[in-house]
């Protein structure tokens, strides 16, 4: 059974660092590209960065780019979101997903595995 676990949230404050973390279970990172996406309160879920740990291509949504860094061990079959200079506005339950994309994309197609989230709060 495809099972992911986010962990990693908490309170920061504005400025501080959080390393979210992926745990995959029931298939390995060469079978899914794995996503790192956020929704906030009343908003739309946005997608973070994507790896492929076949490869070790990575890719980040545009906004995302600078502050946020998306890695993976294989040997731990775990990927993880490193997120720099958190902002109030970075407040979101993050999640994490294994995905099938369009080769070099985060744009994904069909049914992808979702593991439950991460609340990530960062205080002004």
């Known amino acids: 059974e ?34 790192w996406f956020r929704q906030a309160t009343g908003k739309e879920r946005e997608g ?6 076949s ?13 946020f860094t998306i890695s993976s061990d294989n040997a731990k079959n775990t990927v993880y979101l490193q997120m720099n200079s958190l902002k109030p506005e970075d407040t979101a339950v993050y999640y994490c997903a294994a995905l099938k ?12 595995y979702w593991g439950k989230g991460t609340q990530v709060t960062v205080s002004s």
């Open 2 to 35: 495809v099972q992911l676990q986010a962990s990693g949230g908490g309170l920061v404050q504005a400025g501080g660092s959080l390393r979210l973390s992926c745990a995959a279970s029931g298939f390995t990172l060469d079978d899914y590209t794995i996503g």
């Open 101 to 112: 994309v369009v080769a070099g994309t985060c744009h994904y197609y069909g049914m992808p």
């Open 48 to 53: 973070i960065s994507c790896i492929s740990s």
């Open 55 to 67: 490869d070790g291509s990575t890719y980040y949504a545009d906004s995302m780019k600078g502050r």
